[in-house]
Every structure is written in C-alpha cells, then in structure tokens.
C-alpha cells in the first residue's frame, strides 16, 4: 500500500529493483504529485465484501461490540504496532452532535480505545458541523464539504504542539476527512499526523 494514502500499490510497483531500492512500501504516483498533510496511512484491509458487511453492521446497527475484532485485525496490518507504539496521541475522527445522537456512539472512539485506551484523546478534535456523509458525495465535492468543520478544542490544542499524533477511523475513502484533520493539526503545531483505518476504498 501507499505509504501516504494506504491505497493498495499495482503489481508492477513490486520489483525486485524497487524492493533493493526502498525496503519498504512507497508512495503512489497521485500523492507524489498531490503531497499530502498525512505523513503516513495505513489500512488493515480493504473495502470489499465482507468488510463492508461488517463495518455497516458494526455502525449502523448498534453493534459497537464489533471494534475490538475490528481492532485486532488494523494491528495486523504491516506496520501499525510501530505506529502505535510511537504515537504519543490517538485522536479519533469525530461525529458531529447531530450524527453522534443518531447512532449512540462513535465508532472511531471505539476503535481508538481499542487500540490504546491510554493515549486515546476523546474530545480534543471536534466537529462542529453537520456535513452530508462523506460516502454521498463526489470526490470534487469531499473538501468542500468539510471547510470549516473540523476544529482543535482551543483548551487542549496547546497541549498537541510538537507531538506525534495518530488519526483513527473505521473506513477511508477519498482521504478528505483525514487529510483535513491533519491540516488542522498541523496549523496548530502538531509535528507528525499519520493515519490508521479498518479498511481502504480501492479507487
């Protein structure tokens, strides 16, 4: 996989040339020529029958009992038990009040907690407003729709500077969410944003 996107990298990217070369997986064509705020990305799997099943199951049918396996099975991805361990914070990708009230929970705070609940931060980055899903919208339309609603809470934002931070989410589709949450945190002196996702949608 990319190592800035998590998308999954083509066959011909794996030569024996390339391997010499780097050791460990690269970034793809479109974030070379797109950088991204994110440093890093991962994704445990991706979004393909029976995952789909199972993350829709997990948020939209009140079964939050799902995040530990869903947990388990993100650490298994090369590269992510060293991602932990070096985050000095986990910061789940927020609900907004509205969303929150309708499903009972957030599932990237759930995932987050199981993970590591100690470096888990529940409320420091905030959504404030209500946004048409992601999943709705064109590519075109992802950032646009996100301007203005991601924020740092200002009473823990000084706290972040110069640390190391960690994005969790359940599922990463065009990458505006996650790319617009490390932009916030980078304006506010984070010194590293990566990301880590349950599952990547193969674009």
């Known amino acids: 996989r990319c190592q800035k996107c998590a998308l999954a990298l083509p066959h011909s990217f794996w030569t024996e040339a390339s391997f010499r070369a780097s050791h460990h997986p690269s970034s793809c064509s479109n974030c070379k020529a797109h950088p991204s705020p994110l440093d890093a990305c991962w994704a445990a799997m991706s979004?393909?029958?029976?995952?789909?099943?199972?993350?829709?199951?997990?948020?939209?049918?009140?079964?939050?009992?799902?995040?530990?396996?869903?947990?388990?099975?993100?650490?298994?991805?090369?590269?992510?038990?060293?991602?932990?361990?070096?985050?000095?914070?986990?910061?789940?990708?927020?609900?907004?009040?509205?969303?929150?009230?309708?499903?009972?929970?957030?599932?990237?705070?759930?995932?987050?907690?199981?993970?590591?609940?100690?470096?888990?931060?529940?409320?420091?980055?905030?959504?404030?407003?209500?946004?048409?899903?992601?999943?709705?919208?064109?590519?075109?339309e992802r950032l646009h729709n996100l301007a203005g609603a991601l924020a740092l809470d200002p009473l823990r934002a000084a706290s972040l500077r110069g640390r190391k931070v960690l994005l969790i989410d359940d599922v990463m589709t065009s990458g505006a969410s996650l790319n617009t949450a490390a932009q916030v945190l980078k304006q506010a002196g984070v010194q590293s944003v990566k990301g880590l996702v349950f599952a990547r949608t193969e674009m």
């Open 47 to 140: 979004y393909t029958w029976p995952w789909t099943q199972l993350v829709g199951q997990f948020k939209f049918q009140n079964d939050p009992a799902w995040a530990k396996a869903l947990a388990l099975l993100m650490r298994s991805a090369p590269g992510v038990e060293d991602a932990l361990d070096q985050a000095e914070v986990l910061l789940p990708m927020p609900l907004s009040a509205q969303r929150l009230a309708e499903r009972g929970f957030n599932q990237a705070l759930l995932l987050a907690k199981a993970l590591d609940a100690r470096k888990t931060q529940a409320f420091t980055l905030l959504k404030l407003q209500h946004t048409a899903p992601q999943s709705t919208l064109k590519r075109s």
